[in-house]
């Protein structure tokens, strides 16, 4: 079945300096893949979604390309913000044209940044 | 103001005992989804409704039935309850087709004692 490893957490970092998440999946499909982001008391919420491979996705200064050679996925900002600490998740969809509203969701990564 | 809504914010359940957790969209989707969050396991993919008819159950147990009266309803009904169903229940919606953003609410945390 379909699965996603991510980095394990939590990841504390100072303020300004920059942050690497990896990702990586297995599936047999062609997937959309997803970063999601969760603050405490919410439910989890889209940062940005790439359907294709080859593709970059952004929001808020995050960013991920989409690497279908590698099967990776991995979440990068320039310069973190206190206000970025929260729990990451990449997630994997399903096929592009096909939302089942089935996702696959990594672990999560808990980002705790520092002023 | 919350788009879904979800019924109650904490649960506490005895062993073997039965509950209902409510959710309600207003954000206009057709398709609606429960997912599971536990300490020891990313969050699941449960179930997913579209147009009130079952599309996807990757649920194991009978005990966990969806129960949806309405288009913008969706409860999960849990019964014979055990302490390893601790866990928070997301309810999520989106619009079928393409690869439309799922939108959560906030869930139902769920403690079995």
């Known amino acids: 079945g379909d699965s996603v490893t991510q980095t394990k957490g939590p990841v504390t970092l100072s303020e300004g300096t920059s942050l690497t998440v990896n990702c990586s999946y297995e599936?047999?499909?062609?997937?959309?893949l997803f970063w999601y982001v969760q603050y405490p008391g919410e439910g989890p919420q889209l940062l940005f979604k790439v359907p294709k491979a080859n593709e970059k996705g952004s929001n808020r200064g995050f960013e991920a390309t989409y690497d279908k050679g590698t099967t990776s996925f991995h979440l990068q900002k320039a310069s973190v913000q206190e206000s970025d600490s929260a729990v990451y998740y990449c997630v994997l969809g399903g096929n592009t044209g096909a939302n089942t509203g089935k996702l696959t969701f990594g672990h999560g990564t808990i980002l705790r940044v520092h002023p | 103001d919350p788009k879904i809504i979800q019924k109650p914010k904490y649960l506490v359940a005895v062993t073997g005992s039965e509950k209902i957790l409510i959710c309600e969209q207003y954000?206009?989707?057709?398709?609606m989804y429960w997912y599971r969050q536990s300490a020891k396991k990313p969050l699941e993919f449960m179930f997913s409704y579209s147009y009130q008819k079952l599309m996807d159950n990757q649920t194991a147990s009978s005990r966990f039935q969806p129960q949806s009266s309405k288009k913008n309803h969706l409860d999960l009904q849990i019964t014979a309850l055990k302490p390893d169903d601790s866990a928070t229940y997301f309810c999520?919606?989106?619009?079928?087709?393409?690869?439309?953003?799922?939108?959560f609410g906030k869930g139902t945390r769920l403690t079995v004692v």
């Open positions: 599936t047999k499909q062609y997937p959309t």
């Open positions: 999520a919606s989106s619009q079928e087709g393409g690869d439309t953003e799922v939108f």
């Open positions: 954000l206009g989707h057709n398709a």
